[in-house]
């Protein structure tokens, strides 16, 4: 899946967030989080769900949540006085606000077969061409 937002891309089946100059580095626990708040838009997301699910037990508290949406407000050059992006819902937690595209890419399984279909094609021609019906007797 990719979502596309304020000049980003990020591309869930490869793990990788786009932006108008490359590729953006952010740690796993940041991009994991990214992904979510975009998967939920525009849900209010709980700082113990965000816990549960990015961090499991291997946390450090609420600081970890705080932290990781600091890195993602950098990395997306994101105002917590003027957000774009990521909004701090006092008390509750975070959502994200800007507005999101998203498609779908066809399975890669499906890229490969066709081109498995092409090399067999290709090696095992009298295979793949039609044979016609045999003479009647």
């Known amino acids: 899946m990719r979502f596309h937002f304020d000049g980003f ?13 490359g590729e953006v580095r952010l740690r796993p626990k940041a991009y994991g989080l990214l992904e979510m708040l975009a998967a939920r838009a525009p849900a209010v997301l709980a700082r113990d769900e965000i816990l549960d699910c990015i961090w499991g037990t291997d946390h450090l508290g609420e600081t970890s949540v705080a932290g990781a949406v600091s890195e993602l407000r950098r990395a997306l050059g994101d105002d917590p006085r003027e957000p774009r992006i990521i909004e701090t819902v006092h008390r509750r937690g975070y959502r994200f606000i800007a507005p999101l595209g998203s498609e779908e890419e066809p399975p890669r399984e499906a890229v490969r077969f066709r081109s498995e279909i092409q090399q067999e094609e290709e090696a095992y021609p009298s295979a793949v061409e039609p044979q016609g019906l045999p003479d009647p007797p």
């Open 9 to 21: 891309v990020l591309d869930t089946d490869l793990g990788v967030l786009q932006g108008p100059e």
